[in-house]
């Protein structure tokens, strides 16, 4: 059975949205406002888009232009997380790396049909996935490269290149970034059952047609990431994604 969209459906949500950014407050976790906002902004946003899913599904030009904004909107969500400076936008090439080979894929083969009911859900989950894996590994290859600069320097003092120097370091902390949805996949069914196969079932697919579904989306996943991982992973090692200041990268 579906939720009833009612008030007491906005009621629950608002409790359980004030119970996060309460008890992050309590524990002073530091992102009570953030977590606000985004409750906020996800909700106005899924109203926004549910107004317009049919409009947007029933024209082509509309769909991919659709498509182009939930892939700019992550690319700048990541890149404002992984660094503060012009290097943002480098977010764009681990995200399109792993997303569009696959989606790609799925469109030649006729597993994926090109219809924004379908297309819209299935990039929307690969474009999330890749955002994710993105932002934890440049996150913490940058961090790494931060907390771990002597290494780097003499591993330069050894005579590897800037590049070898910085992979050295990073690889191992970017590699981290794979393990949400590695865990995820391992348990799927034990632990969990995530939204696709859930939501097959609730749609009225048989168990059969949701876990394959699910299975899908998720060996889909552990590909896109893999690949979103190993791509930021080469930008932060070659120095296309850094946090030097920008005023201090437009001075040098």
Do not use: K, Y
């Not at 926004?48 to 909107?73: D, H, K, R, T």
Request: glycine share 10%; with cysteine; proline share 5%.
């Amino acid at each position: 059975m579906l939720l009833p969209v009612n008030a007491t459906l906005g009621v629950v949500l608002a409790v359980l949205l004030i119970a996060a950014v309460t008890v992050t407050a309590v524990a002073r976790l530091g992102h009570a406002r953030q977590i606000a906002v985004a409750g906020l902004r996800a909700a106005a946003q899924l109203a926004a888009v549910s107004s317009l899913i049919g409009w947007v599904v029933g024209a082509l030009p509309w769909l991919l232009c659709f498509l182009v904004l939930m892939f700019a909107v992550a690319v700048r969500t990541a890149g404002r997380r992984i660094t503060g400076n012009h290097t943002w936008w480098w977010a764009a090439v681990p995200i399109a790396a792993g997303v569009v080979p696959v989606v790609v894929l799925l469109l030649l083969t006729g597993l994926l049909p090109p219809r924004g009911l379908t297309l819209i859900p299935v990039a929307g989950i690969l474009i999330g996935g890749a955002l994710t894996a993105t932002v934890l590994g440049g996150r913490r290859a940058l961090d790494e490269l931060e907390t771990r600069h002597g290494e780097v320097e003499a591993g330069l003092a050894l005579g590897l290149l800037d590049r070898d120097a910085r992979m050295e370091v990073a690889r191992p902390a970017a590699a981290d970034a794979q393990l949400p949805g590695l865990d995820q996949t391992r348990t799927v069914g034990l632990v969990t059952l995530p939204g696709a196969f859930v939501g097959m079932l609730l749609g009225g697919a048989s168990p059969v047609q949701a876990g394959a579904v699910q299975l899908f989306v998720l060996v889909a996943l552990m590909a896109v990431q893999a690949v979103a991982v190993s791509v930021v992973l080469e930008l932060v090692a070659r120095g296309r994604i850094h946090r030097v200041p920008l005023t201090a990268a437009e001075g040098e």
